[in-house]
Antibody, heavy 119, light 110 residues
Framework: QVHLQESGPGLLKPSETLSLTCTVSGYSISSGYYWGWIRQPPGKGLEWIGIIYPSKNTFYSPSLTSRLTISIDTSKNQFSLKLTSVTAADTALYYC????????????WGQGTLVTVSS | QSVLTQPPSVSAAPGQRVTISCSGS????????VSWYQQLPGTAPKLLIYDNNKRPSEIPDRFSGSKSGTSATLGIAGLQTGDEADYYC???????????FGGGTKLTVL
């Protein structure tokens, strides 16, 4: 069974860099599929952040692309997110998930990790 | 504002059937597969429907999906109180090269 687990600091100050890692178990991420990040501000809907393929091909949300880097480490079976210059607007639950690609589904999802940006 | 449009809320009585609509455009729903997700309170979203109308093996057949043109619909039959959740549709937008979600619909089982 495929399982994803997010990890990273839960509290940041404005202008700092958000770094999150998603550790995948039960499946080798180098075997295929895209791997992605989605966030959900408190009380709001889902916002797609970006995806990465094992070949390191990436797609990013246009609204975040200038601050965003998604990377993948197949040796550790992990992929990561870095978001620079965070503000309060980046406060959200951050989820990682496996993405099917052309069939457009995310499954499974990690349990999510809350990131709060506050001075 | 979300690329895909869903009603903010729907409600129905236990045992009844409810539908949730998801409206998009030619560049997303019109030319790409649609998926649906259920988010129970305090939990991560869970895949409910994929490839417009297919169910993962663990999802009961009370849940169904359909697509026509630039719109998609999630149907839930035999409503149970445990179905109270937020439901999201998703697709890919070929013009923007991004994955897109609807704004979410809160289902209340009265």
């Amino acid at each position: 069974q495929v399982h994803l687990q997010e990890s990273g600091p839960g509290l940041l100050k404005p202008s700092e860099t958000l770094s999150l890692t998603c550790t995948v178990s039960g499946y080798s991420i180098s075997s295929g599929y895209y791997w992605g990040w989605i966030r959900q501000p408190p009380g709001k809907g889902l916002e797609w952040i970006g995806i990465i393929y094992p070949s390191k091909n990436t797609f990013y949300s246009p609204s975040l692309t200038s601050r965003l880097t998604i990377s993948i480490d197949t040796s550790k079976n992990q992929f990561s997110l870095k978001l620079t210059s965070v503000t309060a607007a980046d406060t959200a639950l951050y989820y990682c998930a496996r993405y099917s690609g052309a069939y457009n589904w995310f499954d499974p999802w990690g349990q999510g990790t809350l990131v709060t940006v506050s001075s | 504002q979300s690329v895909l449009t869903q009603p903010p809320s729907v409600s129905a009585a236990p045992g009844q059937r409810v539908t949730i609509s998801c409206s998009g455009s030619y560049s997303n729903i019109g030319n790409n597969y649609v998926s649906w997700y259920q988010q129970l309170p305090g939990t991560a979203p869970k895949l409910l429907i994929y490839d417009n109308n297919k169910r993962p093996s663990e999802i009961p057949d009370r849940f169904s999906g359909s697509k026509s043109g630039t719109s998609a619909t999630l149907g839930i039959a035999g409503l149970q109180t445990g179905d109270e959740a937020d439901y999201y549709c998703g697709s890919w937008d070929s013009s923007l090269n991004v994955a897109v979600f609807g704004g979410g619909t809160k289902l209340t089982v009265l």
